[in-house]
């Protein structure tokens, strides 16, 4: 007799561009493997019409940020109501409930247990981590009901193995399971400029925040664009940074060698992507970021901070380039290194057959397959 599927209801944010893939990734991937699952996501007016939903049978929550810490509070409070009122409503038709977001959502959380159901926390990133970068009078709160969600929830899935340490989660060990939802669209993500064709050009794409490494990519430039002539680069993206950035630049007399173009639309993502030489990642912590995939796919080698996932993909001086810290002097020696390189096109070519060939939308359904299948 065929064993029929469990149903699962994820449960996420959708209030920042930068999560839409990676919710719609594991949304997919969740559907595929139990057609009759379901959504509760949360999304910002903003972006309200950037997913399909079945209305059926999905809970969309439209969520308004708040700037003043008290309406933040009360906000985030007002939330969770909502979240563990749908799954009270919804429980009868779930038998897991998989989150996914990087802070938890403790009272969710305890309800879904209350109903007796299997939780799963799926971990993009680490909360901890990030917040060391931010400044936010909330943060001991959300550092305490993250550790109280780590209590409560039944199992915890982590991009890596190498995340358990590198995010302090060894009291939680036997909770843990190791999956990632990525996989690359090769249709939209491919090369379409030669490597040889490409302009002498590096750059970074992401937020402009400061867990990311950006401003210390920016204090190297000088050292890099006096090592390296005729080169030029491009930081792409938007963030609270982005003023201190151009200021920088503009101290440092850069601006006719570094292009702003601003946040990239998913549609030119895949251009800009063809038209650099290196990308240069310089976080301070990451999960397993999609764009590094995204490069790799596009042939265009990688140069990163050994974080998170990361070394789990980039093999230096095979698949691409690993930094040993994100100090400016540490990124400037290290770029100069890959471009250095005699090899640069074929560590290019190693890094994009290596994505092609383990992040497949089939490879990465047929692991979460099994993750859900330990649950039972």
Same mark, same amino acid.
């Given at each position: ?91 009868? +038709?779930?038998d897991s409930y998989l989150f996914f977001n990087e802070t938890g959502l403790l009272l969710p959380m305890i309800i879904a247990k209350l109903r007796n159901k299997q939780t799963i926390w799926v971990l993009p990133s680490s909360h901890t981590k990030m917040i060391e970068h931010h400044r936010d009078f909330l943060n001991s709160i959300s550092i305490y009901l993250q550790s109280l969600s780590f ?75 006096? +090592? ?149």
């Amino acid at each position: 007799m065929e064993r029929k599927p469990q149903k699962i209801c994820l449960v996420s944010f959708f209030v920042h561009e930068a999560f839409f893939i990676p919710l719609s990734q594991l949304r997919e991937i969740i559907l595929k493997i139990s057609p009759e699952s379901n959504s509760i996501i949360t999304v910002s007016p903003e972006l309200a019409d950037k997913m399909i939903f079945d209305f059926k049978k999905d809970v969309v929550i439209i969520h308004k940020n708040k700037r003043h810490f008290v309406f933040r509070i009360i906000n985030y409070f007002i939330l969770n109501l909502k979240i563990s009122w749908s799954i009270l409503i919804k429980s009868k +038709d779930v038998d897991s409930y998989l989150f996914f977001n990087e802070t938890g959502l403790l009272l969710p959380m305890i309800i879904a247990k209350l109903r007796n159901k299997q939780t799963i926390w799926v971990l993009p990133s680490s909360h901890t981590k990030m917040i060391e970068h931010h400044r936010d009078f909330l943060n001991s709160i959300s550092i305490y009901l993250q550790s109280l969600s780590f209590h409560i929830v039944d199992k915890i899935v982590l991009y890596s193995p190498r995340l358990i340490s590198e995010w302090n989660l060894e009291k939680y060990r036997n909770k843990i399971l190791i999956s990632h939802n990525h996989y690359i669209n090769n249709e939209k993500f491919k090369v379409t400029t030669c490597f040889s064709d490409r302009p002498f050009l590096i750059g970074y794409i992401g937020r402009l925040s400061a867990e990311k490494g950006v401003q210390n990519f920016v204090r190297a430039l000088p050292a890099i664009l006096n +090592d390296t002539k005729g080169l030029r680069v491009l930081i792409g993206g938007d963030g609270h940074l982005k003023n201190s950035i151009q200021s920088v630049l503009q101290e440092e007399k850069l601006t006719d060698y570094v292009d702003l173009p601003g946040w990239v639309s998913n549609e030119n993502y895949p251009k800009y992507l063809n038209q650099l030489r290196l990308l240069v990642l310089s976080s301070y912590t990451e999960g397993l970021p999609y764009t590094i995939l995204e490069a790799m796919t596009c042939g265009t080698p990688v140069l990163a901070t050994p974080v998170g996932a990361i070394p789990d993909i980039i093999i230096d001086g095979k698949t691409g380039f690993i930094m040993e810290d994100n100090l400016p002097e540490c990124i400037a020696e290290n770029v100069s290194r890959a471009m250095r390189s005699p090899n640069l096109d074929k560590i290019a070519e190693n890094g994009r057959r290596f994505v092609e060939e383990n992040f497949t939308f089939e490879k990465t359904t047929e692991n979460w397959n099994r993750i859900l299948n330990k649950l039972e």
